[in-house]
């Protein structure tokens, strides 16, 4: 037995299949015979389609030619584009690139475990243009092997210091390329210790034979760099961006880095932010500090991500005007258009940090003229630390189907991401990865569907949550019917049903500080002086409209005439933009905190629906599956039971309103 779940790549043998006939001779053009990546498709097609359905087929290469050299986002996506379609006597897998060929072998693998007819998916011929050029996952993992936020036990990069290459690390790379991600950050944002040393002789072969597996699989390697290098490891006394000792040491570290690593991407950098060096400490612009790295990376084809994820974590709340939500916006908007092209601004979903329900951030369809991708958090930090169930998806939809209205058409999240609105040389998606060491590898088996899922998103933004779900099930579960559809209604509701017993109306952070599992209601760590969600006896929120901090105008109109009024601010965004009395009336009709009581009462209940459901299960699902998912169902609903009586009690004690209906309220 393997020492880890194979996931959604089990190939799992199928008893009925409706005609396998066709699978038996595949035709590949496009990309060459002797592409890595090809071989690995060829490889997969071969132990998947064996082990489904005991076929043995056969490849035939027709011509071949090379793939276009990859300057800009319309290049990766022109070359990872794939067509599937028939022939008389088996199937055609057709695309510039190997990691083309590969993603049509997995297209069809799916729709084999999926169980569906081949013949009919195919007919008159499927091609599939990637949705988002980059399509990256990003691993908050330490070198000494912890994870920043990883609830899936330890790295499988790393143990003490030094960097692991098993057959886990195939493994990983076969399954996330069967998703279609396209590039991995390898370390933690938060580059410390040895890992500032990752740039350095003693990492760099581990990381060539690292990035050449990945390369097999169409991956590109990144890293997460320290923006003072520069002292950390080069001696030198300053990280001035502008400062040419600074520059000429940069110049000959990265000839050095991509002449070792020539598979290398490029970097990830999380500059003066929550204590990590940055421009700002020389009086220099974020956009003086990008374009730097940048400058250098370029001749070897590379591009520097910089985050966005700017703000002061010690900053006074006290006037009530500073607004940590604000900050993005007011620290990138000012320079848009100063970013050399090679840059690209990776901005997380909302303005303050990956909480159940933020609005988007306003940088995007604030920004027009820099490159730019999205940051979201499958690594359930504030979701439920992959205890509870929470599937993601629902609400990376919701994201990306967000209209700017920075044009007239054409102005989602997901047009922008994809470059269509602006025409990005380089645009994307990005996820802070839920993986670790666990067997199962996201530590809650069901957690896999948004591991999954936000490949599957990221690949192409047109599926809809429950296609996902069901795929995901079918897959890595049981084709079973009655199994898929239960499964599938545990996870589609399990995030609205999160919301309900966690944080209201959009307020956000009331977790335990550091650790955000478990409910502390006045828990936020960054305002020592107050209470973040600013309730008294009479009412709760943040003013966040012209009256109060402002951000509401952050975003373009209608949106941010919307999100000022409160009687226009959708019910679920009213706290995060509002400060209302307890009585107010949302849209729904309810007050403020019947609502609150409501929702904390239904979301504790239906939790434990999930869970009975799940229970039903027994027998149907394999043993081992079956366990994992029953005991977090049992911490889950332990959570959940707690943060319904916290928050309740809480606001009955704070407002004195009793709950309409009369329930007992701890
Ligand atoms: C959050 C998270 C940190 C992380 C940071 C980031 O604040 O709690 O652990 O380092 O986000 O995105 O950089």
Known sequence: MKNHADLWLAYKEIKNFSDSSILKKFYISGASAS??????????????????????????????????????????????????????????????????????????????????????????????????????????????????????????????????????????????????????????????NAASYMITDRYFDKLAKLGEIFAGYGIRLYLSLNYASTIEIGGLDSADPLDEKVISWWKNKMAEVFDRIPTLGGFLVKADSEGRPGPFTYGRTQADGANMLADIVKEYGAIIIWRCFVYNCKQDWRDRKTDRARAGYDNFMPMDGDYHDNVILQIKNGPMDFQIREPISPLLGGLKKTNQMLEVQIAQEYTGHQIDVCYLIPEFKEILGFRTYVKEEKDTVADIISGETFGDRYSGI???????????????????????????????????????????????????????????????????????????????????????????????????????????????????????????????????????????????????????????????????????????????????????????????????????????????????????????SYFYRKSGIPDEKGRQIY
């Open 35 to 192: 592409d890595r990546t090809v071989a690995n498709a060829i490889t997969e097609l071969k132990t998947g389609l064996k082990s489904m359905l005991g076929i043995e087929p056969d490849f035939i290469f027709e011509e071949s030619s090379d793939p276009v050299k990859e300057n800009s986002g319309k290049d990766i996506l022109d070359n990872e584009e794939y067509t599937v379609s028939l022939r008389e006597d088996g199937i055609s897998l057709s695309s510039k690139s190997g990691a083309g060929i590969l993603y049509a072998a997995f297209d069809v693998l799916r729709n084999v475990s999926c169980e569906r007819d081949i013949k009919t998916t195919y007919a008159g011929g499927r091609t599939v243009r990637p949705s988002n050029p980059l399509r990256m996952l990003n691993h908050w993992d330490n070198m000494d092997g912890s994870i920043e936020r990883g609830y899936s036990g330890e790295s499988f990069f790393y143990v003490n210091d030094e960097i692991v290459i098993d057959e886990r690390t195939v493994d990983y790379a076969r399954l996330i390329a069967s998703v279609g991600i396209n590039g991995v950050v390898i370390n933690n944002v938060n580059v410390k």
């Open 430 to 648: 990005a996820a802070v990865t839920n993986t670790g060491n666990d067997f199962n590898w996201t530590g809650n088996y069901l957690a896999g569907a948004n591991l999954f899922g936000f490949g599957r998103l990221a690949f192409d933004t047109s599926l809809s949550s429950e296609q996902i779900a069901e795929e995901f099930v079918k897959m890595s579960i049981s084709a079973d019917e009655d199994v898929v559809s239960k499964i599938v209604s545990i996870l589609l509701p399990s995030r609205e049903i999160y919301e309900k017993y966690t944080s209201p109306l959009g307020i956000g952070w009331m977790v335990q500080p550091g650790i955000h599992y478990g409910c502390s209601v006045d828990g936020y760590e960054y305002d020592r002086w107050g209470t973040y969600h600013r309730a008294d006896h009479l009412g709760i929120g943040v003013d966040r409209s012209d009256k109060g901090t402002g951000y509401a105008l952050q975003y373009n109109e209608p949106n941010a005439s919307v999100y000022n009024d409160p009687d226009k601010c959708p019910d679920e965004l009213v706290l995060f933009f509002h400060h209302l009395p307890y009585t107010h009336k949302l849209h729904s009709g309810k007050t403020v905190i019947q609502h609150i009581y409501d929702t904390h009462f239904e979301g504790y209940e239906e939790a434990q629906k999930l869970s009975e459901k799940w229970d039903s299960l027994k027998g149907k699902v394999d043993d081992e599956i079956f366990e994992n998912v029953s005991e977090r169902f049992t911490r889950q609903l332990a959570n959940a039971r707690e943060w319904c009586d916290q928050v309740n």
